[in-house]
């Protein structure tokens, strides 16, 4: 789907140096330790600590659009913006004031800071959301932390006057191997709709035995920008219904995983048919639990597609201690894979 008349790109590239171009909207860069944030570097990009399995190099995820592009900052957050998208970092220390656990006040602060920006900006929807903290699977103050970001992320969306169901962004969440809450986010001008799986129970209703507040993330979104449908699959894992599918099997995870995604791309198709969103065409994000699964999850991935697709490994705790690997993915937009020079 690469193109230069996309409103949209995506490159992975490796993390050793800086991207440069004009044209660069923001991104991710993932690598153990994490990299230093150049003060100078006026691209919001945030560096994530994650550790890569065996045989990956750290790696940065670039999303680019063409200029002319504006760079600023408001509080704690770095963006840069066109007419049409905004992309916006930021990476905050876990701090409490009141009774709340740190974790859940930093995601409270951290949401209302974006929605205050993208009301100030003139932006009006969220179309895509990256969060990373790190031990989300660790339990304290008596609920595990992933819980409690829920519960911050949800205060936040009902104090700027957001609905929690429905159209609500496209997202993912993992473990990272150390920092504060690191968040990447996407925004637009353009009208984004919400896909749900008719295979899964939409985590906005989840059952509270997942945490006393649900997730707030569509399993995807779509938006037209230009002429073209683009698709922003949230993490998707081997879940069914709201329950973990294959536990301890890394490999039919996978798969169920992509039937997810299938599920998920078809949805997008039934929405927007002119789209004709297929999983051979798509970016991958994959995350793996334990490194010596990965060669199990490639060798999924290698016979569920039938075309070598644009993808990166990375490990990271999922946001169920049950689940082995997530998978999210984008299309739609340009694609490009930089190899290491
Ligand atoms: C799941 O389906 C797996 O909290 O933003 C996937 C994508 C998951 C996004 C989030 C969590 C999130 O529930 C976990």
Same mark, same amino acid.
């Given at each position: 789907m690469s193109g230069a008349d996309a409103l949209l790109g995506l490159t992975f590239r490796p993390a050793s140096g800086l991207p440069q171009a004009d044209s660069v909207l923001g991104g991710a860069c993932f690598s153990h330790p994490a990299a230093a944030q150049p003060e100078a570097c006026e691209v919001p990009l945030i560096a994530v600590d994650m550790a890569l399995p065996a045989g990956e190099a750290p790696v940065c995820e670039i999303w680019h659009s063409p200029t002319p592009l504006q760079s600023g900052q408001q509080g704690a957050i770095r963006y840069r913006e066109n007419d049409l998208l905004l992309f916006g970092s930021l990476s905050l220390e876990e701090t409490s004031n009141d009774a709340r656990p740190p974790l859940q006040a930093t995601a409270d602060a951290a949401y209302r800071a974006i929605f205050a920006l993208l009301e100030a900006r003139g932006f009006g929807a969220l179309?895509?959301?990256?969060?990373?903290?790190?031990?989300?699977?660790?339990?304290? &103050?008596?609920?595990?932390?992933?819980?409690?970001?829920?519960?911050?992320? #949800?205060?936040?969306?009902?104090?700027?006057?957001?609905?929690? /169901?429905?159209?609500?962004?496209?997202?993912?969440?993992?473990?990272?191997?150390?920092?504060?809450?690191?968040?990447?986010?996407?925004?637009?001008?353009?009208?984004?709709?919400?896909?749900?799986?008719?295979? #899964?129970?939409?985590?906005?209703?989840?059952?509270?035995?997942?945490?006393? !507040?649900?997730? /707030?993330?569509?399993?995807?979104?779509? %938006? !037209?920008?230009?002429? @073209? +449908?683009?698709?922003?699959?949230?993490?998707?894992?081997?879940? %069914?219904? &709201?329950?973990? $599918?294959?536990?301890?099997?890394?490999? =039919? #995870? /996978?798969?169920?995983?992509?039937?997810?995604?299938?599920?998920?791309?078809?949805?997008?198709? *039934?929405?927007?048919?002119?789209?004709?969103?297929?999983?051979?065409?798509?970016?991958? !994000?994959?995350?793996? @639990?334990?490194? /010596? +699964?990965?060669?199990?999850? *490639? =060798? %999924?991935?290698?016979?569920?597609?039938?075309?070598?697709?644009?993808?990166?490994?990375?490990?990271? +705790?999922?946001?169920?201690? +049950?689940? $082995? %690997?997530?998978?999210?993915a984008s299309g739609g937009h340009a694609i490009d894979v930089e190899a290491v020079a």
């Open positions: 179309l895509r959301v990256w969060n990373y903290f790190p031990a989300i699977n660790q339990e304290s &103050h008596g609920i595990e932390r992933y819980r409690q970001f829920n519960i911050g992320r #949800q205060a936040a969306f009902r104090a700027h006057g957001h609905a929690v /169901t429905g159209n609500v962004p496209a997202a993912c969440a993992l473990g990272s191997a150390g920092g504060g809450l690191n968040i990447g986010f996407l925004a637009t001008r353009a009208e984004v709709t919400g896909i749900e799986n008719p295979r #899964q129970l939409s985590a906005y209703h989840y059952p509270s035995q997942y945490g006393p !507040k649900s997730p /707030t993330f569509s399993r995807a979104s779509l %938006v !037209k920008l230009g002429d @073209r +449908d683009m698709l922003f699959i949230s993490g998707t894992a081997s879940i %069914v219904g &709201h329950q973990t $599918l294959h536990h301890g099997d890394a490999a =039919a #995870q /996978t798969r169920e995983c992509l039937a997810n995604i299938a599920a998920i791309a078809a949805e997008a198709n *039934r929405l927007a048919p002119a789209a004709n969103f297929h999983l051979d065409q798509l970016a991958y !994000k994959l995350y793996v @639990r334990h490194p /010596t +699964d990965l060669a199990a999850v *490639r =060798a %999924v991935m290698a016979s569920a597609l039938n075309a070598p697709v644009a993808a990166i490994y990375l490990q990271a +705790d999922v946001c169920r201690a +049950d689940l $082995l %690997v997530e998978i999210e």
